[in-house]
């Protein structure tokens, strides 16, 4: 038979205690014979048992937070790894360069940490970044694989996948506070993106600093309608985009850490 963790508890606690009072009461009578003396001891034993119990409770509540907490880690851990691998799939089909989703999850991570992002902020853009693309699996194939430019209807069509991602994210509750990267990454510092025409802070942090890594890996890796461009011009590119598409105080940070962000996208870390 399987006992639940509380009737454990429970248990363990009844008969910790059962045992200290019928052994204490016993020693204590056969001890001492004087009423007052008595009393006291009395007294002195209910707050031994008092601090007793307290550390003992203390204990096995810590023990199994500490379990909970690990099963959780475990749960989130095979979450994540089926996100990577549908990804994985969505890189497939995007025909994205190879490791394109986990080089911007690496950097995009690192950058979120020299900014200062910590804590649950941090895991919602590991998770936002990764599945920053994820409502282009509402799109055809022949929109998202098209070698030439796209035409109006096409563009139309192609800027409907951040609010399909964003309703995607929503309905998975460890998902919904990384979902302002898959919704805000288009938009531009100057106003002028999409789909909500954010301009400045009032876009997500979170879709800041992706908006940085993502447009490094846009360019810098060769696409279905445009090879890679050599490093200095990526650069520039960032430089010139500061203040209009990008955040510019996080375009510094990005120039100030390059060397160690390129190294964390390109090498992972085992």
């Known amino acids: 038979m399987v006992f639940s963790p509380q009737f454990r508890t429970a248990a363990t ?9 019928w ?13 007052h003396q008595l009393v006291v001891y009395q007294i002195i034993k209910g707050w031994m048992f008092v601090l007793g119990t307290g550390l003992l409770l203390y204990w096995m509540i810590g023990r199994t937070v500490h ?7 475990r749960l989130l851990d095979g979450h994540e790894q089926a996100l990577r691998v549908l990804v994985g799939a969505m890189d497939v089909r995007h025909k994205e ?46 929109i998202l694989i098209k070698p030439g430019k796209l035409d109006d209807d096409e563009t139309r069509l192609m800027r409907t996948h951040p609010r ?18 898959p919704f805000s990454h288009h938009e531009r510092w100057d106003g002028t993106g999409y789909p909500q025409g954010l301009a400045g802070e009032a876009i997500p942090l979170a879709a800041r600093i992706f908006s940085v890594v ?16 050599p490093e200095e011009e990526v650069l520039a590119y960032l430089r010139n985009a500061a203040g209009s ?12 850490h390059y060397a160690e962000l390129k190294a964390l996208a390109l090498h992972p870390v085992s």
């Open 23 to 35: 052994f204490s009461g016993h020693l204590l009578g056969s001890l001492v014979r004087d009423p």
């Open 97 to 142: 360069t190879s490791d394109h989703s986990e080089r911007v999850v690496r950097m995009a991570t690192g950058l979120a940490r020299i900014a200062g992002v910590e804590s649950d902020a941090l895991r919602d853009v590991k998770f936002g970044a990764l599945l920053h693309d994820i409502g282009k699996l509402a799109l055809p194939d022949h």
């Open 214 to 229: 993502d447009v490094w890996d846009a360019l810098s890796f060769p696409r279905v309608y445009k090879p890679a461009w």
């Open 245 to 256: 598409q990008l955040d510019p105080t996080l375009v510094r940070t990005f120039m100030d």
């Open 67 to 73: 379990r909970m907490a690990e099963a959780n880690r």
């Open 164 to 181: 399909i991602g964003y309703d995607m994210l929503q309905q998975i509750e460890f998902l919904r506070g990384a979902s302002d990267i």
């Open 13 to 21: 606690y009844v008969l910790v205690s059962g045992v200290y009072i």
